[in-house]
């Protein structure tokens, strides 16, 4: 019998298999992984968005986290962070590796969900929420920053996902939040605003914490967000721009002005979507950036402390 596959003929331990699975994830570079309540994702989700519209078939669905950012990538300018701090493309080559793992190994079929577009919907509606998933799955929780899930230990991590017709036991969510940090609760006492929210260069967050530090209301302004740091519009923008110039000078001024340029380099090197991420609302959240293992030299901290131990 071939390394990692099973015998067709054993029965199927659920649990085992679970534990092999995200053991992978961990193996690979995850830094959390779980399996998120499929009944309840069908629940939540929207008609066109539930797993089962991809996947008839469905019967599990494994979430995976990576780390954010490095320690050094929150030192750097706004400018460099919001194009090369990102280190979400793990998370998907970890998915997409594990979908082949899983139907070797228990031939199951899976896929790698994918984090895009509906192209069917436009640049502001996934296929599926990534989100939501890692959520269910209890390796994420909604924070005041645009509801970006916070993990307790990792901080901010970048999530990705796998559908499979293998049933497998899911997790719970997290039953605490991390977010507020207490830092943040007490600056709400005092001026009414969170770090996240004080920090926003566009003000696109808002939201309320009681009297014993908890999360009541929280409000993100997409739009506003969008405006300033994605770049789907953008380039459909710069196009339109061209073609309707009058003359070819303003044609030229509307594809080559310096902040358009770089739109152009990024898809002469390949670097990945063509858009762009602000992150100030992270460099500020002392989950994000201060958690026990939220980039690598706190995890090697640890490390050497529990060698040490």
Same mark, same amino acid.
């Given at each position: 019998m071939?390394k990692?596959?099973?015998?067709?003929?054993?029965?199927?331990?659920p649990?085992?298999a679970?534990e092999a699975i995200?053991g992978?994830?961990?193996?690979?570079?995850?830094?959390?992984?779980?399996?998120a309540?499929?009944?309840?994702?069908?629940?939540i989700?929207?008609?066109?968005?539930?797993?089962s519209?991809?996947?008839?078939?469905?019967?599990?669905?494994?979430?995976?986290?990576?780390g @954010?950012?490095t320690? /050094?990538a929150?030192?750097v300018p *706004?400018?460099? +962070?919001? !194009?090369? @701090?990102s280190?979400? /493309?793990?998370?998907?080559?970890? *998915?997409?590796? +594990?979908a !082949?793992?899983v139907?070797?190994?228990?031939?199951?079929r899976?896929?790698y969900?994918?984090?895009?577009?509906?192209?069917?919907?436009?640049?502001r509606?996934p296929?599926?929420?990534?989100?939501l998933h890692?959520?269910?799955?209890?390796i994420g929780?909604?924070?005041l920053a645009?509801?970006?899930?916070?993990h307790?230990?990792?901080?901010y991590?970048?999530f990705?996902?796998v559908?499979t017709e293998?049933?497998l036991?899911p997790?719970?969510p997290?039953?605490?939040?991390?977010?507020?940090a207490?830092?943040?609760?007490?600056m709400y006492?005092?001026?009414g605003?969170t770090?996240?929210?004080?920090?926003?260069?566009?003000?696109?967050?808002?939201?309320?914490?009681?009297?014993a530090g908890?999360?009541?209301?929280?409000?993100y302004?997409?739009?506003?967000?969008?405006e300033?740091t994605?770049?789907?519009e953008t380039?459909?923008?710069?196009?339109?721009?061209?073609?309707?110039a009058?003359?070819?000078e303003?044609?030229s001024?509307?594809l080559?002005?310096?902040?358009n340029k770089?739109?152009w380099?990024?898809?002469?090197?390949?670097?990945g979507?063509?858009?762009a991420?602000?992150f100030e609302?992270?460099?500020?959240?002392?989950?994000?950036t201060?958690?026990?293992l939220a980039?690598?030299?706190?995890?090697?901290q640890?490390?050497?402390e529990k060698?040490?131990?």
């Amino acid at each position: 019998m071939a390394k990692n596959q099973i015998d067709i003929d054993s029965p199927l331990d659920p649990n085992e298999a679970k534990e092999a699975i995200l053991g992978y994830c961990l193996k690979k570079g995850a830094l959390a992984a779980g399996v998120a309540d499929l009944d309840a994702i069908e629940r939540i989700a929207p008609a066109g968005h539930r797993p089962s519209d991809l996947m008839p078939r469905v019967k599990s669905v494994i979430s995976l986290g990576v780390g @954010g950012q490095t320690q /050094g990538a929150w030192t750097v300018p *706004a400018k460099a +962070l919001t !194009f090369f @701090g990102s280190t979400e /493309g793990r998370a998907y080559s970890i *998915a997409y590796g +594990l979908a !082949f793992m899983v139907e070797r190994a228990y031939l199951a079929r899976s896929v790698y969900c994918p984090p895009d577009i509906d192209p069917e919907l436009g640049s502001r509606v996934p296929l599926q929420s990534i989100k939501l998933h890692a959520e269910l799955a209890g390796i994420g929780a909604r924070s005041l920053a645009g509801d970006i899930l916070l993990h307790p230990e990792y901080g901010y991590m970048y999530f990705a996902s796998v559908f499979t017709e293998l049933e497998l036991p899911p997790d719970a969510p997290m039953t605490e939040n991390p977010c507020p940090a207490t830092s943040c609760a007490q600056m709400y006492k005092q001026i009414g605003k969170t770090p996240c929210m004080k920090f926003c260069p566009v003000q696109c967050l808002d939201g309320s914490i009681d009297d014993a530090g908890n999360q009541t209301e929280m409000n993100y302004e997409m739009a506003a967000c969008a405006e300033m740091t994605q770049q789907y519009e953008t380039l459909a923008s710069v196009l339109a721009g061209a073609m309707n110039a009058g003359t070819p000078e303003e044609r030229s001024a509307m594809l080559h002005r310096p902040e358009n340029k770089t739109l152009w380099y990024k898809m002469s090197v390949g670097s990945g979507g063509l858009l762009a991420q602000c992150f100030e609302c992270m460099r500020v959240c002392p989950i994000a950036t201060k958690a026990p293992l939220a980039d690598p030299i706190r995890r090697a901290q640890a490390d050497l402390e529990k060698g040490g131990a």
